[in-house]
């Protein structure tokens, strides 16, 4: 049986790829429209991902990269659940993050903001969701950094997120901002996203009653995949 097509992306709640005041976007966007193509079968079974792909460490940022040391800023703990747009779980899928250290520095050769480079922190991490989609990080709060796009142009803090879904066609990359945030309107990438309520929905928030006391602030932010088109046909229940 042909494994069924995934939902069209809504096009309406994604930024265009030309924002004249994001001046990157100037030169790396299209300059002929989009071809939306049909789902080939490569892009809509697997891949598959194993625990024995992933290191016990290496969803624990503050202890994966140990060069003698903690590695400074503030600990927090980043966790939520994968699900598809029917808020049904999304299980044994790989998500990773990437992101800055506590003074705004990527471990990067071209990154040379005058931040401090942390040698206890890669800023690199991966796990795998659980069965009910739940997926949990420990880290720290990267801090926010300057760009040349205007002037005075700063990004707010923010972690890289990927998620691979349970098909190649469903990966996702983006990145989440911190409730609480002032930068995250005056972002000139954030200004770029049409709905309020899609920004919203890339800010993580507080999640106290998870908080560590004594060690880790928490965050929660949930990531929501497109769902398959699934009709329940009394009798064909194989194809749902």
């Known amino acids: 049986m042909k494994p069924a097509e995934y939902y069209q992306r809504d096009r309406t709640l994604h930024p265009p790829a030309y924002a004249p005041d994001y001046k990157t976007s100037v030169s790396r966007s299209p300059r002929l429209p989009l071809i939306s193509l ?3 079968a490569s892009e809509i079974t697997g891949p ?3 625990h024995r792909d992933i290191d016990p460490l290496d969803n624990d940022l503050v202890r994966n990269f140990p060069h003698g040391g903690d590695p400074v800023g503030e600990r927090i703990i980043l966790h939520g659940r994968v699900l598809d747009e029917n808020a049904r779980p999304v299980p044994k899928t790989l998500v990773e993050i990437w992101q800055a250290n506590a003074s705004g520095r990527y471990r990067h050769r071209k990154d040379t903001y005058l931040g401090a480079l942390d040698p206890n922190f890669g800023g690199c991490g991966r796990t795998l969701t ?3 989609g739940n997926y949990f990080f420990r880290t720290i709060k990267p801090g926010a950094y300057p760009w040349r796009n205007w002037v005075n142009s700063w990004r707010p803090a923010h972690i890289h997120v990927s998620v691979f879904g349970s098909a190649f ?3 996702l990359i983006t990145q989440l901002y911190f409730e609480g945030d002032p930068l995250i309107p005056h972002c000139p990438i954030v200004k770029t996203i049409p709905d ?3 920004i919203e929905q890339l800010i993580a928030r507080l999640d106290l009653n ?4 004594l060690d880790a602030i928490t965050y929660k932010f949930d990531i929501v995949l497109r769902g398959r088109r699934s009709t329940l046909f009394e009798n ?3 194809g749902n």
């Not at 998870?210 to 006391?213: D, E, F, H, K, S």
């Open 169 to 171: 066609a469903q990966r």
């Open 130 to 132: 659980d069965d009910n």
């Open 48 to 50: 598959v991902f194993g």
């Open 196 to 198: 309020p309520e899609a």
């Open 236 to 238: 064909r229940l194989e």
């Open 38 to 40: 049909q789902n080939s």
């Open 210 to 213: 998870a908080t560590i006391p």
